[in-house]
T-cell receptor, first 113, second 114 residues
């Protein structure tokens, strides 16, 4: 089955800096890679996703890159703000086959002002 | 309306109690999920209902019993739980019935088993 590794487990940055979180996956059949943000006391919320036919996707300050050959994908947050502080989870699944998402272990991002 | 609503937000129960967690969505989504989340861990999938039929049961103990009365409602019945079952229980939904696409999560029900 699929296994998703996520690093680092914690990340502290200064406001305005960039943050990068990396994930690797094991199953070459996986083709859908979403990123979820979980704020304290709330459920996870999708912030960006990418499918395997695309190498990069951007949405304002957030971008995700995918390297299918190396089986890794990364979340990039530029110009970080205190409200970016949260736990971020990467995930992977086979979109066509409709398999359930497998989550990474999460990264706690702290942005200090 | 893009919300998944879960009740209660907090629940404390003894090991001999019977209680239920409830989840509701009115987005017309056809798949609904129960996840369990321990502190500082990712959500773990428990059950999936697709078109109101149980499609995935991730070997969850029988003291957890899911129910999907209709396409908008999802319940999780709890009986004879153990202290290690204390966790945040998250409900989610997705548009299609095939487990694909964005998951919309509720805020969760925090369960404490004494």
């Amino acid at each position: 089955g699929e296994n998703v590794e996520q690093h680092p487990s914690t990340l502290s940055v200064q406001e305005g800096d960039s943050a990068v979180i990396k994930c690797t996956y094991s199953d070459s059949a996986s083709n859908y890679f979403p990123w979820y943000k979980q704020e304290l006391g709330k459920g996870p919320q999708l912030i960006i996703d990418i499918r395997s036919n695309v190498g990069e996707k951007k949405d304002q300050r957030i971008a995700v890159t995918l390297n299918k050959t190396a089986k890794h994908f990364s979340l990039h947050i530029t110009e970080t703000q205190p409200e970016d502080s949260a736990v971020y989870f990467c995930a992977a699944s086979d979109y066509q086959a409709g398999t359930a998402l497998i989550f990474g272990k999460g990264t706690t991002l702290s942005v200090s002002s | 309306d893009t919300e998944v609503t879960q009740t209660p937000k907090h629940l404390v129960m003894g090991m001999t109690n019977k209680k239920s967690l409830k989840c509701e969505q009115h987005m017309g989504h056809r798949a609904m999920y129960w996840y369990k989340q321990k502190a500082k861990k990712p959500p773990e999938l428990m059950f999936v209902y697709s078109y109101e039929k149980l499609s995935i049961n991730e070997s969850v103990p029988s003291r957890f019993s899911p129910e999907c009365p209709n396409s908008s409602l999802l319940n999780l019945h709890l009986h004879a739980l153990q202290p290690e079952d204390s966790a945040l229980y998250l409900c989610a939904s997705s548009q299609g019935g095939g487990l694909t696409g964005e998951l919309f999560f509720g805020e969760g029900s925090r369960l404490t088993v004494l």
